[in-house]
């Protein structure tokens, strides 16, 4: 089992920064990747950022060039450095875990944690 907890979520004005932390504990020498996903009101959960154990790094188009995802593997910590926030990036971002068991996809998801970008 993985238990990831979120925070650095809130309200922040269009062209405004956040930075996003996902804490891992639990079974996390199993996990093979981690991302962020978000899912705004109506609309399905959607992929933001995902980063390997090796570092590399795949983003959505839509934050290209806005949003940088990284890991502090001695934290046990991803985070999402959001800049540029506009309106439509306004939605519940979750913390994914990626882990293989016998040649099987396994998800764990935080409680997720809210992003409103309003002026």
């Known amino acids: 089992q993985v238990q990831l907890v979120e925070s650095g979520g809130g309200l922040v004005q269009p062209g405004g920064s956040l930075r996003l932390s996902c804490a891992a504990s639990g079974s996390i020498l199993s996990i093979r990747a981690m991302g962020w996903y978000r899912q705004a009101p109506g609309n399905q959960r959607e992929l933001v950022a995902t980063i390997t154990n090796g570092g590399s790094t795949n983003y959505t188009d839509s934050v290209k060039g806005r949003f940088t995802i990284s890991r502090d593997n001695a934290k046990n910590t991803v985070y999402l450095q959001m800049n540029s926030l506009k309106p439509e990036d306004t939605a519940v971002y979750y913390c994914?875990?990626?882990?293989?068991?016998?040649?099987?996809?396994?998800?764990?998801w935080g409680q997720g944690t809210r992003v409103t970008v309003s002026s």
């Open positions: 994914n875990a990626r882990r293989v068991i016998l040649n099987i996809p396994v998800d764990s």
